[in-house]
């Protein structure tokens, strides 16, 4: 190990369009370069890009050489950018979407890249945002609510169909070809780590809340035989592996991994980790009440508490899962970021898009300007921020967004502030949920690219009505995955002092205003009326919508 004062960790932060890696210093967490990699194939959710056939609606998949390409590039672009000295480096950490699932034969090796399955989507890997396993999320939650199963009220009630169970039993159910060549059902989480160490180590983190893991076991066989026969062997054969605890070393670089990433053979690699989880001890939330929510194309809402509560709809609630001696607990939107790119790339007018140009700015910017001249309510509109789906606290990927009160006179400005504050307002149900059910949050911490838009901060200091923080860093999970990197390199005895030499906050940025807190109050009344609508059985269109769409696609794809 180098002197204390020279050495640097890298933490890399695996999103949903791109990779990014920062160097950073242990002593102080002084970010020294960074760099980003973009995902070649994005995510694929329109064709198959080995045989350009069509995926059906729902469908979310992407390919996993684009994740080793962001340790060919990102990492020793970071290293350059840095000016570093790559032996100075003592270890890496990684952090990933969740959850996003690999199928693999026993050697790691991603099923879509053996030439017989390159053609089956089903051996691709299925993005976080895949919510066509709906059907079987809600088999899953209709017999473990039958059964009484002493699991299910530690997610809320419900379990997503974005999780590792429901993926799985798809898989199963739609490609049993697929499934039987598959010896591993991985986190890519785990994967890339495999990559790095070639060792597989299960993290604790993904392990339990995203597969079901809890009180040291999974969900029986016997309880997976009554969901399918076939599916009876599904921890034992495709999931269960030794688990690795936050912050621990998983393994050491390989000289393949030496060779991609330029750093040293034989440092540390930590655990793998959430994006979501790693970002909390990076934005120094590591006491009771302290919520993070890293909003970038969807939201996640991450807080640890020091009592163990039910909360209707959260994601999880894990024993350590973001910090020790403290249950962690989980929540998200599925779309926020991803809701206002498809805004502005398919609603918003040719004019405004030039205007921007002109002006040298972004379309997201000159709306930004415009909503931010009205007064509260003015446009006279309310939104549902359901167009990918409700995580929390409805746990209901059929459900789709809505916006009420368009007149021949609305404008894009006013639609785009009515879809700010539907996500404000999701965040606020949120915050009440855990409140309600003895979770007090005293603080939203506030990470992710999204901090960088003032009007969207205050709306939502307005909309929570606390006092917004942000994360003092443009990297919050790769600044958590190198906080991690350093407690499994033996920097630092835990988490916690990692967080306080390295973390970044900056305290109360955003204020709520308290005549806007009084009229966002009616406007929240009106989202909560239409939440309750469409979410809670008043009014069952929109899944009928997402039938009679599935039903238009299956004849359309039959007459071709």
Avoid at 30 to 59: I, S
Avoid at 136 to 157: H, S, V
Avoid at 162 to 170: D, I, P, T, V
Avoid at 283 to 297: K, L, S, Y
């Amino acid at each position: 190990m180098t002197n204390d004062d020279d050495a640097l960790v890298v933490g890399v932060d695996f999103g949903t369009l791109s990779g990014r890696a920062v160097v950073v210093r242990v002593r102080d967490g002084a970010e020294l370069g960074a760099a980003v990699h973009e995902y070649r194939h994005g995510v694929v959710d329109r064709v198959l890009p080995a045989t350009g056939a069509a995926l059906p609606p729902d469908w979310a998949l992407q390919v996993p050489q684009d994740y080793r390409d962001v340790l060919r590039s990102a990492v020793p672009a970071a290293l350059a950018d840095a000016g570093a000295d790559p032996a100075r480096v003592i270890g890496v950490g990684t952090d990933f979407t969740a959850c996003t699932m690999v199928p693999t034969t026993a050697d790691g090796t991603p099923l879509c890249e053996l030439p017989e399955f390159a053609g089956n989507p089903h051996a691709y890997v299925k993005l976080w945002r895949h919510h066509a396993a709906q059907p079987q999320a809600d088999r899953i939650n209709e017999l473990a609510a039958r059964r009484r199963e002493k699991w299910l009220p530690r997610y809320g009630g419900l379990i997503s169909a974005e999780w590792e169970f429901a993926k799985g039993l798809e898989l199963l159910e739609e490609a049993p070809e697929v499934y039987a060549a598959m010896d591993r059902w991985v986190e890519a989480a785990d994967w890339i780590v495999w990559q790095l160490t070639g060792r597989y180590v299960r993290n604790a983190c993904t392990a339990g809340y995203k597969g079901v893991y809890q009180d040291g076991r999974y969900p029986s066989r016997d309880f997976l035989a009554a969901l399918d026969p076939g599916f009876a062997d599904f921890v034992a054969d495709k999931v269960e592996q030794p688990i690795g605890a936050l912050g621990a070393e998983a393994g050491t670089l390989t000289a393949a991994a030496a060779a991609w990433t330029g750093l040293p053979e034989g440092i540390a690699v930590a655990v793998g980790n959430v994006d979501a989880h790693v970002t909390a001890p990076a934005a120094r939330a590591v006491e009771p009440g302290q919520m993070v929510a890293i909003m970038g194309t969807s939201t996640c809402h991450v807080m640890s508490g020091d009592v163990l509560r039910e909360v209707p709809g959260m994601c999880g609630v894990v024993d350590g899962g973001i910090v020790p001696g403290l249950w962690g607990y989980e929540a998200g939107q599925s779309g926020v970021g991803d809701i206002f790119a498809w805004y502005m790339e398919n609603q918003v007018p040719p004019r405004y898009h030039e205007q921007a140009s002109e002006r040298g700015i972004s379309v997201h910017d000159l709306l930004s300007e415009l909503a931010a001249a009205q007064e509260i309510g003015e446009h006279g509109l309310v939104a549902l921020d359901w167009h990918s789906g409700n995580r929390s606290v409805l746990v209901d990927h059929e459900l789709s967004g809505i916006v009420v009160g368009m007149t021949l006179g609305t404008r894009a400005e006013d639609v785009y502030r009515a879809l700010v504050e539907a996500t404000a307002f999701g965040t606020r149900v949120i915050i009440d949920s855990f409140t309600d059910a003895g979770v007090p949050v005293r603080e939203l911490i506030v990470a992710g690219g999204l901090l960088r838009n003032p009007l969207l901060m205050q709306i939502y200091a307005d909309v929570v009505n606390l006092p917004l923080s942000v994360i003092g860093s443009a990297q919050g999970p790769a600044l958590g995955s190198a906080l991690h990197a350093a407690v499994a390199a033996g920097a630092y005895p835990d988490i916690r002092a990692a967080s306080a030499a390295m973390g970044a906050k900056e305290p109360s940025v955003y204020q709520p205003v308290r005549a806007n807190v009084e009229a966002y109050e009616r406007l929240f009344a009106e989202y909560a009326e239409l939440y309750d609508h469409f979410g809670r059985g008043g009014n069952d269109v929109m899944h009928r919508l997402r039938a009679i769409r599935r039903a238009a696609v299956a004849r359309r794809e039959g007459e071709d």
